[in-house]
Nanobody
Framework: QLQLVESGGGLVQPGGSLRLACAASGFTLDTVHIGWFRQAPGKEREGVSCISSTDGSISYADSVKGRFTMSRDNAKNTVYLEMNSLKPEDTAAYYC??????????????WGKGTLVTVSS
């Protein structure tokens, strides 16, 4: 059974840091495009970061460049999202998702249930 399970969300003050994890089972993450996505209340889902299965390159949304770092641990079959200098506008439910063909917020085949990140003082 293919499954993605996120963890690591929580409440953090502006300027703080969090590390999200997404553990996969039923498939290996280095064979798919794997991405982090988020959806804030009342807003459309957006892509945050993605690792390409083609060449391992990592892409980021402009809004998180320089603050967020995505990585993959093949031995643990887990991807991470290190989030630094968090802002209130980063508040959202964060999801990891996988797809064999591409990385797009509305085209991923497999989704985790998400983890909530709240940035507030």
């Amino acid at each position: 059974q293919l499954q993605l399970v996120e963890s690591g969300g929580g409440l953090v003050q502006p300027g703080g840091s969090l590390r999200l994890a997404c553990a996969a089972s039923g498939f290996t993450l280095d064979t798919v495009h794997i991405g982090w996505f988020r959806q804030a209340p009342g807003k459309e889902r957006e892509g945050v970061s993605c690792i390409s299965s083609t060449d391992g390159s990592i892409s980021y949304a402009d809004s998180v460049k320089g603050r967020f770092t995505m990585s993959r641990d093949n031995a643990k079959n887990t991807v991470y999202l290190e989030m630094n200098s968090l802002k209130p506008e980063d508040t959202a439910a964060y999801y990891c998702a996988a797809d064999a063909l591409l990385c797009h917020p509305f085209a991923m085949d497999y989704w985790g249930k998400g983890t909530l990140v709240t940035v507030s003082s």
